[in-house]
């Protein structure tokens, strides 16, 4: 849980440093924007094989490497001397990123049987959320005092404890031997996964500055072919990046779809919501951040609640709930005017939201098989990195094309209402009963 915060205050303080390394670097905005974007393809690219390397060597392995690099890059990029050197080690720190984030949730895996995923899903996804609301208050503080470097230089050393704790300390439980068709990895699968989202991630960031163009076509469509020869190759290899019973699976596509859908209309209504306030309501920053924190609130308290839901009420329930309320907050926002409505629905936004993350995330990894723990992983994490660019995206689009920004919110809201479909797919029995027997017989990872 501590090596997922590491990476969630990462991206959240960037944002704050941005302007000062910008002026310090004597950089461009497209330069600074670089900064996150080149991280967030590299991360977007390379998770689901990040995932399936950890299922082959061991989830606690691959968690060690990811995080020692991530930190050893982070200070990296705290020396740097120009704008460049800092784009080029933020992609190289994404690709330990990549490595380390399916890891936390593949650990998890390990540690926990099936049935009792819940709660820790719940108390990570609480953890998330406690960084992205303290990393703006941290990086204004950072900056504001010691510069734009230190923020590069807060990840140091909570990244060198938790790399050699990783290295150290041996999980309880038998070790297992790899399971039959991981012999090779599945390279061309990896390649090809890999450009269709980088194509898609780099082309959805870019529609807000730039609107939709014949590249923005081109992006696309080369994102859909590459996905389309990817699942034409997955069907017909003998050692699959994605294995069936994750391919195949109607409950893992349900869930992960949900997965888009909220995040879209969760990051979507943000990114509008930062403009409305400030732009239609005359609110300075810091009255925006202090307004919207209630959502914050909600998703840190309300995570832990989900997981009791998700337990009593089953994952297609309590997903569906959670869907409606996001989609409500939504819509609260785009009549509200005052500051207690703005921040009602901003409590709605984090609750429906919180419970979503939950629910689906405990879906996807718990009925993926122990051995594909770790693509199960990528894929989640994937999903919540392709689902934020593409509600921006979304939110920019119809800015464009209607009478404002604050018209994208009913849209927003349907997107989360679109999810209610999927989540009737989704096992409405306890954990127990709607895990599949074959993970039941090992709750392991690959080094449980």
């Not at 703006?136 to 060198?160: C, E, I, M, Q, Y």
């Not at 041996?170 to 012999?183: C, I, T």
Request: hydrophobic content about 55%.
């Amino acid at each position: 849980m501590i090596g997922a915060v590491v990476v969630a205050l990462d991206g959240t303080v960037l944002t704050i440093a941005q302007p000062t390394l910008q002026r310090d670097l004597h950089a461009s905005f497209t330069e600074v924007q670089w900064t996150s974007t080149g991280y967030l393809i590299a991360v977007a690219s390379l998770l689901v094989f990040a995932g399936r390397l950890g299922d082959r060597y061991g989830h606690q392995r691959l968690f060690a490497i990811g995080v020692l690099g991530f930190g050893a890059v982070s200070a990296g990029i705290g020396f740097a001397s120009g704008v460049g050197w800092v784009i080029g080690l933020r992609v190289v720190q994404g690709i330990f990123g990549a490595l380390l984030q399916p890891a936390t949730l593949g650990m998890l895996r390990a540690a926990f049987p099936p049935d009792r995923l819940g709660m820790p899903i719940a108390l990570r996804t609480s953890a998330i959320g406690v960084a992205a609301a303290a990393g703006p208050l941290v990086g204004g503080v950072l900056v504001t005092h010691l510069g734009w470097r230190a923020v590069f230089f807060l990840n140091v050393v909570p990244a060198l404890v938790l790399g050699v704790m990783a290295l150290l300390v041996r999980a309880p439980g038998p070790r297992r031997s790899p399971a039959p068709g991981h012999g090779h990895l599945d390279l061309p699968g990896a390649a090809l996964l890999a450009l269709s989202l980088a194509c898609l991630v780099h082309t959805l960031v870019g529609v807000p500055e730039h609107g939709w163009s014949p590249s923005t076509v081109l992006g696309l469509l080369t994102a859909a072919g590459a996905g389309l020869v990817l699942v034409r190759h997955e069907r017909r290899t003998t050692d699959p990046l994605l294995p069936p019973d994750v391919l195949g699976s109607g409950v893992v596509g349900a869930a992960l779809g949900i997965l888009v859908a909220a995040s879209a209309a969760m990051f979507g209504t943000l990114f509008v919501a930062s403009y409305v306030l400030q732009n239609e309501l005359g609110m300075n920053p810091l009255r925006t951040s202090l307004t919207a924190l209630p959502g914050g609130v909600a998703m840190v308290l309300g995570a832990p609640m989900a997981a009791v839901l998700l337990r009593r009420y089953g994952a297609r329930r309590t997903t569906s709930a959670g869907l409606v309320v996001l989609a409500l907050g939504v819509l609260v926002l785009f009549r509200a005017s005052g500051t207690e409505a703005v921040g009602g629905g901003f409590l709605l936004l984090g609750a429906g939201f919180g419970t979503v993350m939950v629910t689906a995330t405990a879906v996807v990894v718990r009925h993926a098989a122990a051995e594909s723990a770790g693509v199960a992983g990528g894929l989640q994490q994937t999903a919540m990195n392709v689902g934020p660019v593409l509600g921006v995206a979304a939110a920019a689009t119809l800015a464009a094309v209607t009478d404002g920004l604050r018209t994208s919110f009913p849209v927003l809201a349907g997107i989360a209402v679109v999810g209610v479909l999927a989540a009737l797919k989704l096992p409405d029995l306890g954990d127990l009963r709607a895990t599949p027997a074959g993970s039941l017989r090992h709750h392991g990872g690959s080094e449980a």
